[in-house]
């Protein structure tokens, strides 16, 4: 009998895309999944700084690093609606979700039992966000790079630099100039 391909879905706005995030996919990858969709949300409502094409970009460019020998396929795609539609497009048997604190348990164990009401054959998998990578949001660094604070620990360059370059471009277009 042979096995089915494990397909996951690790889902998020990633704006932008954080160590902490790619600690999720490059063990999620390494270790869960024989393809993993990292799947960028719209999300319109969290009013990301940065657009759907800006995120997909930048993430695609940062998991380009990851393949390898055993590692799993990654493909980066856009997504928006209703999560277990997309896992079911996807032909996913998994959500792979990261966890940094109690408080992110919370909201995921609600909508983990949510999810397993709309489809039961999509099991939710928790990784806990590795030690140094806990404190690390895209929300607080995008904070701390606006009001000049060094986050090379928390992103890639690249990443750092289109934060830059976004600032910038704010800060110009708020004067008027």
Request: glycine share 8%.
């Given at each position: ?65 990851l393949t390898g020998p055993g590692a799993a396929e990654i493909e980066v795609k856009p997504f928006s609606g209703l999560l277990m539609h997309w896992a079911e497009e996807c032909g996913a ?85």
């Open positions: 009998m042979a096995l089915s391909e494990r397909v996951g879905i690790y889902p998020g706005t990633f704006d932008p895309i954080t160590n902490g995030h790619m600690d999720i996919i490059s063990r999620a990858a390494t270790h869960l999944c024989d393809r993993l969709v990292v799947s960028v949300a719209v999300n319109v409502g969290k009013g990301p700084l940065f657009s759907l094409e800006e995120r997909v970009a930048l993430v695609k460019a940062e998991v380009e690093a048997s998994m959500i792979v979700r990261g966890l940094r604190a109690v408080s992110d348990f919370e909201y995921e164990f609600q909508m983990t039992g949510m999810n397993a009401r709309l489809n039961k054959e999509v099991e939710t998998v928790f990784l806990m966000s590795s030690e140094r990578h806990q404190f690390i949001s895209s929300r607080f660094v995008k904070e701390i790079r606006e009001l000049g604070g060094d986050i090379s620990q928390f992103v890639s360059p690249r990443v750092m630099q289109a934060l830059d370059q976004k600032f910038t471009h704010t800060r110009r277009a708020g004067h008027g100039d």
